[in-house]
């Protein structure tokens, strides 16, 4: 079992940053790639953001790219996202997520492990 805790969310004026963390205990951190996902009010969970299980390899959904940065520290069982020129339509409950395939491939019903979410609200 993994057990995984989000934190770091709050609200932002558009244009603002914000950090989350997803804090990881149980089996080994680093056997694991981890995402990001988040889900609005009246839509589906989607991806954000994955890395890879020692972090050199990073992905990201479109609407995210140059914006938000994923990263990693397995030494210490946290991973980030730093979310940058936040705008209101990436408010949203943020849920972190492990899985043991590869980060590249892996889709969301295929992670084994999620946390219960941060809210992130962005005001225009």
């Known amino acids: 079992q993994v057990q995984l805790v989000e934190s770091g969310g709050g609200l932002v004026q558009a244009g603002g940053s914000l950090r989350l963390s997803c804090a990881a205990s149980g089996r080994t951190f680093s056997n694991y790639a981890m995402g990001w996902f988040r889900q609005a009010p009246g839509k589906e969970r989607e991806f954000v953001a994955a890395?890879?299980?020692?972090?050199?390899?990073?992905y990201y959904a479109d609407s995210v790219q140059g914006r938000f940065t994923i990263s990693r520290d397995n030494a210490k069982n946290t991973m980030f996202l730093q979310m940058n020129s936040l705008k209101p339509e990436d408010s949203a409950v943020y849920y972190c997520a492990a899985g043991r395939g590869t980060a590249q491939n892996l889709a969301q019903g295929e992670y084994d492990y999620w946390g219960r979410g941060t809210q992130v609200a962005v005001s225009s």
């Open positions: 890395i890879t299980r020692i972090g050199l390899g990073t």
